[in-house]
């Protein structure tokens, strides 16, 4: 209640925007500028110059030494001997302290070494949680006592190390010495911070916190330190931008790996394999991936091989997350971040297992708001201002006064030479940031042709460097030739649209010195670290494609990149120049920039997706559960703060201080939308939300709502033709944004009638799905663009494009059309190999790094290593011309198969190649399939997969396994009767997997199916068996109904046991339930009972409870209602007369009471669930002791085996 009635009372006063406004309107008269400012107006430009604040300076003696760490940690700050004035400000908060913190602060201030102290900090409160044996060979978690973890926001038990990891622990012997080495940093150090001023209301010396007391367990004989177990624990760092990300796993590699933490990037870009993540402890990545993870992370199990819930679920893994830059909770990103923060809250209040949230920013006016989201303590937010930057920033504005458009943008381009030119003259460097790609590289060849005409370009070239050869070298090889032109006259270009390789090499190229000026895009303004004194800032017209017009760059962008000028490790100074157009705009940066205005949220925006996300993970499943949902976003605290934002008049705090009426509203708004797309079933009566196939579609591919919904009806009229796929795809929602530029259309044209374009394009030419369309089949063609927008647009797509199949792929999978899914199936690898749909199997070989899962890696050329031999099986490279000519002469993969090394020598004229193909060949797989259809009344098949004798597996080319789609289809309607997945692992290359599955047979009946196996990842793989059913017995068409025999009403005395009679008030069993006692009460037989509605069928099931508790009350009851209504129904009424009357605990089995540790709820006798939820547990019931102990399972409304859900 106390964060409550925080928002309640801390509510955003009324007169303060309005103060701000005024503010900035006063601002116009250069009289009344900040203080210390200046203003000058000549030749049609006005300017205002900011002089930096003074920097406080903090006597020595407040600083807290490196010594002052325990002696394992001090070696994560080489070359430091004290901590700076921000870090020893909040080190009794970050370093002391388990709990929840905020940092904002000046870019440069050192926020990165607060990040590795809260970093360190969980490394020591969880040093004990390590893999421990367990009986039979198997590892579990051993819970148990391990004394104070030297933390006081730590309440869940420390685990015991029991088997090491990567660091043997010390001996008995060794752990007193080994003790003095994790000594407690003195509090004493904390103390007397002068003359650092941070928001906080708690100074350091009055934290509560506890030393860390002597863990020997944690320190091995040779003194090392264990970290914990990687599988167990793992710190996640979300940066903003993947261009930052690179840059973090550097720095903290570097600082952490001395204690033995393992640190990975995770994002688009770079995926982890399953061994990976289970060594990984410090995760880098981005908010999308992060979320695309946790969105599923129940079900996720990334290659462990333990049954044990702490170690499947990966955010119970997680100890601490790090948000890094968290005001992009204004941005169009910020969604993604209140999402996760969300689903952590919620997650640590549903299993009590605390994780640490770590906000930091270099701009955050509202920091009060962002901390009572992260449910950071007051004592625990930290706000420093610009006076404690520790490298002086002084701010310049300029306004171009030019009436005409032409002349003030020319105006524009004079100004920002002026500037870029005074600071090479100095020695410095300079960083332009413009608002789109394409203006980078004309930004950059403007300041070319400039420095040209005036005799300057001799400032810009700089041949200091020592590695100068070496960069030019690799400057002229990149494939972007923009950047090799402009490399030799001293300026570089960077923006997200540039391969990955070429914005690293832009950066190395600013960093050593080899280029005087980069032009860049505002993705290099989050955090990453150029030796840039002069940071300027051309134009502030963003376009915004939601809008479909241009608006102003926000004051938190501008702020942002204005960090970047003057780090710490390169200047001693900074400079940040603002250029923008007319009066109005100037003045309104300048008031905005000395009156802060508070950061919103932009959650609503995007709260469909969210909402859908949630529901489908099984986290929400009512409107009261997602109104509660809604209380643990930012967008709550802001609602709280400031309600006309967000459509509520601020009187309606008076009479609903939590905003429930609005909240409901929003929520039903949302989940009625979601519903008319059919991505949920939203019950208006009951208020239920329950999943669809296509909203888990949706949540677990990250695809639109919208796009979603058009996949669907799309693929409902039916997507039978490669052109309609691909307008299918150039339609997502994702792609709305890559309009038809003006010097592109040219070159589109062109491809568009050349060869290239193999598939007739769809649509409007100057619509962006005919954009998308080409720039899919130029990029499977491997066609050179050379518009350098278009290029970066090819790169985009490419990017989203296998995802986006994936979801079109298991859209048209779950309508049933066998047709439809294959042809979208072979479209989705086609594009994730970058390989046509109708390629030779070969041309997988022809590049090693098609199945990798980076897709910048799957684009680029393979470069085989210098020690190894082409044609060897590891990595088998084929020549494209060699299997072109097999292309030309359509010798398929099956007529490959029948020749000889021989004959495949002469083919390809070559006797080396000869054999390289009939290596390639056997290492395609290959499958044998025996299908034997057993004659029934309910037909069930029963199929073996075996690899073929010939068959070479190889490391390289498959992994662990092999993944396989299992159909099975009528031949005549193309109609799928059965589907799923089979995976093909090494470990039994050589023994045959069986699946076996009943098919309903409807009338009228085929007598010919079609057995379908596709690979997933290879193009052109399949096979297929056709069988029969002739003599198959249907069954009769004749309802037989069983006889309702002339008997007696049993009395309920008849269950002789006055506990069990209790349960009833009437006096006599019905007809129906006295003809099935016997069978009920007395004997185990299953029994299928089928009558009408309202004949007391759910007393019938209570019979055989009521022996099962008579005879084996030890064993354990699952009751299974196709509907959660149903089973909750069950549930109230089972609770009032089984727990009250007979003392057995009854259960609801939902999502969240998965987690193993759980342990009471197992201790339940009677449990309730729905199919999809008991489908999930009992897979793993040789695993599940829980599982074994079932002694009986009531299935309700058996009659929908027929339907969807009885897949399950």
């Known amino acids: 209640m106390a964060g409550k009635r925080l928002l309640r009372d801390r509510r955003d006063p009324p007169t303060q925007r309005q103060k701000i406004e005024g503010s900035v309107a006063s601002a116009c008269a250069p009289s009344t500028l900040p203080a210390g400012a200046t203003w000058r107006q000549e030749q049609k430009i006005e300017e205002v110059f900011i002089p930096p604040p003074e920097t406080k300076t903090v006597p020595q003696s407040s600083l807290i030494p490196i010594a002052a760490l325990p002696a394992w940690a001090r070696v994560c700050f080489p070359n430091v001997t004290h901590l700076n004035a921000l870090q020893s400000r909040v080190y009794a908060a970050a370093f002391l302290s388990g709990k929840s913190m905020l940092v904002s602060a000046p870019t440069g201030a050192g926020k990165t070494n607060v990040a590795v102290l809260s970093i360190l900090q969980q490394v020591f409160e969880h040093r004990f949680l390590q893999i421990a044996p367990r009986g039979r060979g198997r590892p579990r978690v051993s819970h148990r006592s391990a004394g104070r973890s030297g933390v006081d926001g730590g309440d869940e038990p420390s685990c015991v190390v029991e088997e090491p990891v990567c660091f043997e622990l010390a001996s008995e012997t060794n752990r007193s010495a080994a003790a003095q080495d994790l000594h407690a940093p003195s509090l004493s150090c904390a103390r007397g911070i002068h003359g650092l001023e941070g928001s906080n209301t708690e100074d350091a010396s009055s934290s509560s916190a506890s030393p860390p007391a002597p863990a020997s367990a944690s320190v091995c004989s040779d003194g090392r330190f264990s970290p914990p177990s990687a599988r167990l624990f793992k710190v996640v760092y979300i940066a903003p931008m993947k261009s930052l990300v690179v840059e973090v796993v550097d720095k903290l590699a570097a600082a952490l790996g001395k204690v033995g933490l393992v640190v990975k990037e995770m994002t688009g870009d770079v995926s982890l394999s399953p061994h990976e993540m289970q060594s990984v402890h410090v995760i880098v990545t981005v908010p999308e991936k992060w979320d695309i993870l946790t969105r599923n992370a129940r079900n996720s199990n990334f290659g462990a091989d333990d049954s044990e819930a702490e170690e499947r679920n990966l955010m119970t893994s997680v100890k601490c997350i790090i948000i890094d830059e968290i005001h992009l909770l204004d941005d169009e990103r910020g969604p993604v971040l209140e999402s996760i923060v969300a689903r952590v809250l919620r997650h640590v209040e549903e299993t009590q297992v605390h994780t640490r949230l770590i906000g930091i920013s270099a701009t955050l006016p509202n920091w009060q708001d962002v901390a009572a989201f992260l449910r950071v303590e007051p004592s625990r937010a930290f706000f420093f201002g610009a006076d404690t930057r520790p490298i002086p920033l002084e701010q310049t504005l300029v306004g171009a006064l030019e009436s005409d458009a032409q002349r003030r943008r020319q105006k524009v381009n004079d100004v920002c030479y002026a500037k870029v030119v005074e600071a090479v003259k100095n020695g410095h460097q300079a960083l332009v940031f413009v608002h789109s790609r394409r203006e980078t590289v004309a930004t950059a060849e403007f300041l070319v042709q400039a420095a040209q005409a005036q005799g300057h370009l001799g400032l810009f070239v700089s041949q200091a460097s020592s590695s100068y050869a070496l960069l030019a070298s690799q400057a002229h090889k990149s494939r972007c030739r923009e950047v090799a032109s402009l490399f030799s006259n001293g300026v570089a270009i960077h923006h997200a649209g540039l391969l990955r390789s070429d914005r690293l090499l832009a950066e190395k190229l600013f960093r050593t010195g080899a280029v005087r000026v980069l032009c860049c895009t505002a993705t290099l303004a989050w955090g990453v670290n150029l030796p840039a004194r002069t940071v300027?800032?051309?134009?502030?017209?963003?376009?915004?494609?939601?809008?479909?017009?241009?608006?102003?760059?926000?004051?938190?962008?501008?702020?942002?990149?204005?960090?970047?000028?003057?780090?710490?490790?390169?200047?001693?100074?900074?400079?940040?120049?603002?250029?923008?157009?007319?009066?109005?705009?100037?003045?309104?940066?300048?008031?905005?920039?000395?009156?802060?205005?508070?950061?919103?949220?932009?959650?609503?925006?995007?709260?469909?997706?969210?909402?859908?996300?949630?529901?489908?993970?099984?986290?929400?499943?009512?409107?009261?559960?997602?109104?509660?949902?809604?209380?643990?976003?930012?967008?709550?605290?802001?609602?709280?703060?400031?309600?006309?934002?967000?459509?509520?008049?601020?009187?309606?705090?008076?009479?609903?201080?939590?905003?429930?009426?609005?909240?409901?509203?929003?929520?039903?708004?949302?989940?009625?939308?979601?519903?008319?797309?059919?991505?949920?079933?939203?019950?208006?009566?009951?208020?239920?939300?329950?999943?669809?196939?296509?909203?888990?579609?949706?949540?677990?591919?990250?695809?639109?709502?919208?796009?979603?919904?058009?996949?669907?009806?799309?693929?409902?009229?039916?997507?039978?033709?490669?052109?309609?796929?691909?307008?299918?795809?150039?339609?997502?929602?994702?792609?709305?944004?890559?309009?038809?530029?003006?010097?592109?259309?040219?070159?589109?044209?062109?491809?568009?009638?050349?060869?290239?374009?193999?598939?007739?394009?769809?649509?409007?030419?100057?619509?962006?799905?005919?954009?998308?369309?080409?720039?899919?089949?130029?990029?499977?063609?491997?066609?050179?663009?050379?518009?350098?927008?278009?290029?970066?647009?090819?790169?985009?797509?490419?990017?989203?494009?296998?995802?986006?199949?994936?979801?079109?792929?298991?859209?048209?999978?779950?309508?049933?059309?066998?047709?439809?899914?294959?042809?979208?199936?072979?479209?989705?690898?086609?594009?994730?190999?970058?390989?046509?749909?109708?390629?030779?199997?070969?041309?997988?070989?022809?590049?090693?790094?098609?199945?990798?899962?980076?897709?910048?890696?799957?684009?680029?050329?393979?470069?085989?290593?210098?020690?190894?031999?082409?044609?060897?099986?590891?990595?088998?490279?084929?020549?494209?011309?060699?299997?072109?000519?097999?292309?030309?002469?359509?010798?398929?993969?099956?007529?490959?198969?029948?020749?000889?090394?021989?004959?495949?020598?002469?083919?390809?004229?070559?006797?080396?190649?000869?054999?390289?193909?009939?290596?390639?060949?056997?290492?395609?797989?290959?499958?044998?399939?025996?299908?034997?259809?057993?004659?029934?009344?309910?037909?069930?098949?029963?199929?073996?997969?075996?690899?073929?004798?010939?068959?070479?597996?190889?490391?390289?080319?498959?992994?662990?396994?092999?993944?396989?789609?299992?159909?099975?289809?009528?031949?005549?309607?193309?109609?799928?009767?059965?589907?799923?997945?089979?995976?093909?692992?090494?470990?039994?290359?050589?023994?045959?997997?069986?699946?076996?599955?009943?098919?309903?047979?409807?009338?009228?009946?085929?007598?010919?199916?079609?057995?379908?196996?596709?690979?997933?990842?290879?193009?052109?793989?399949?096979?297929?068996?056709?069988?029969?059913?002739?003599?198959?017995?249907?069954?009769?068409?004749?309802?037989?109904?069983?006889?309702?025999?002339?008997?007696?009403?049993?009395?309920?005395?008849?269950?002789?046991?006055?506990?069990?009679?209790?349960?009833?008030?009437?006096?006599?069993?019905?007809?129906?339930?006295?003809?099935?006692?016997?069978?009920?009460?007395?004997?185990?037989?299953?029994?299928?009972?089928?009558?009408?509605?309202?004949?007391?069928?759910?007393?019938?099931?209570?019979?055989?409870?009521?022996?099962?508790?008579?005879?084996?009350?030890?064993?354990?009851?699952?009751?299974?209602a196709p509907l959660k209504a149903l089973a909750a129904e069950r549930l109230e009424d089972w609770k009032a007369r089984f727990e009250g009357k007979l003392k057995k605990r009854v259960a609801e089995f939902t999502a969240d009471a998965e987690a193993e540790n759980a342990r009471d709820f197992w201790k339940a006798d009677i449990f309730v669930c729905t199919p999809e939820k008991w489908d999930g547990l009992s897979r793993q019931w040789r695993e599940r002791r829980f599982v074994q102990q079932i002694g009986l399972v009531v299935i309700d409304e058996i009659h929908l085996l027929g339907q969807d859900r009885g897949k399950c």
């Open 536 to 1120: 300027i800032i051309k134009g502030t017209s963003v376009y915004d494609s939601k809008s479909g017009g241009f608006r102003d760059i926000s004051v938190l962008d501008v702020l942002q990149i204005f960090g970047r000028a003057g780090r710490p490790q390169y200047d001693t100074r900074g400079s940040a120049v603002l250029i923008t157009e007319g009066h109005e705009r100037l003045m309104r940066y300048v008031g905005q920039l000395t009156h802060s205005l508070p950061v919103e949220s932009k959650f609503l925006e995007n709260l469909e997706n969210a909402l859908n996300a949630e529901v489908a993970t099984g986290t929400v499943s009512s409107v009261d559960e997602a109104v509660d949902w809604l209380r643990y976003t930012f967008c709550f605290v802001r609602m709280c703060r400031n309600p006309r934002v967000y459509g509520a008049d601020e009187t309606i705090l008076m009479d609903d201080p939590e905003l429930c009426a609005l909240r409901r509203k929003l929520i039903v708004d949302a989940a009625e939308t979601l519903h008319k797309h059919r991505l949920i079933r939203f019950n208006s009566r009951t208020q239920r939300l329950d999943p669809t196939n296509l909203g888990r579609m949706a949540c677990r591919y990250y695809v639109d709502y919208e796009t979603a919904s058009l996949f669907r009806q799309d693929v409902e009229l039916g997507v039978d033709e490669d052109r309609v796929i691909l307008r299918l795809l150039g339609l997502a929602k994702e792609f709305a944004s890559l309009k038809v530029r003006d010097d592109e259309e040219s070159e589109l044209s062109n491809l568009r009638r050349s060869t290239i374009c193999r598939v007739p394009i769809v649509g409007d030419f100057d619509a962006p799905e005919a954009k998308v369309q080409t720039l899919v089949q130029a990029a499977l063609a491997q066609a050179p663009i050379k518009a350098f927008s278009l290029c970066a647009d090819s790169n985009y797509v490419q990017a989203n494009i296998g995802r986006l199949c994936r979801a079109l792929f298991v859209t048209s999978l779950s309508q049933g059309d066998a047709s439809s899914a294959e042809k979208i199936l072979e479209w989705t690898k086609a594009v994730e190999r970058g390989l046509w749909p109708t390629s030779h199997v070969l041309r997988h070989f022809c590049n090693p790094n098609c199945f990798d899962p980076d897709v910048q890696k799957r684009r680029q050329p393979y470069v085989p290593r210098a020690n190894e031999h082409p044609g060897k099986q590891n990595r088998l490279v084929l020549r494209e011309g060699m299997v072109s000519r097999l292309e030309k002469h359509q010798f398929a993969l099956g007529r490959l198969r029948d020749l000889g090394a021989s004959e495949i020598a002469s083919l390809v004229a070559s006797k080396a190649d000869g054999q390289d193909v009939a290596l390639a060949i056997r290492m395609v797989p290959d499958l044998e399939l025996d299908v034997n259809p057993i004659t029934a009344a309910i037909l069930r098949v029963s199929i073996a997969l075996r690899f073929t004798e010939e068959f070479l597996w190889s490391a390289w080319w498959h992994g662990n396994g092999e993944l396989f789609h299992l159909w099975v289809a009528d031949v005549d309607t193309q109609r799928l009767l059965h589907t799923e997945e089979v995976t093909m692992q090494k470990e039994n290359i050589r023994e045959a997997r069986e699946v076996s599955f009943a098919l309903p047979l409807h009338e009228p009946t085929s007598t010919q199916f079609q057995v379908l196996v596709i690979s997933d990842r290879w193009v052109g793989v399949s096979f297929q068996h056709l069988f029969s059913v002739r003599h198959c017995l249907l069954p009769d068409k004749r309802q037989a109904h069983t006889e309702l025999l002339d008997l007696h009403p049993l009395p309920r005395t008849a269950l002789n046991n006055p506990e069990f009679e209790a349960l009833y008030n009437f006096l006599y069993f019905n007809p129906i339930q006295t003809q099935t006692f016997h069978v009920c009460y007395h004997t185990n037989y299953n029994v299928l009972l089928g009558a009408p509605t309202g004949n007391g069928k759910t007393i019938v099931a209570e019979l055989a409870m009521l022996r099962l508790f008579a005879t084996s009350p030890k064993q354990k009851i699952v009751y299974i």
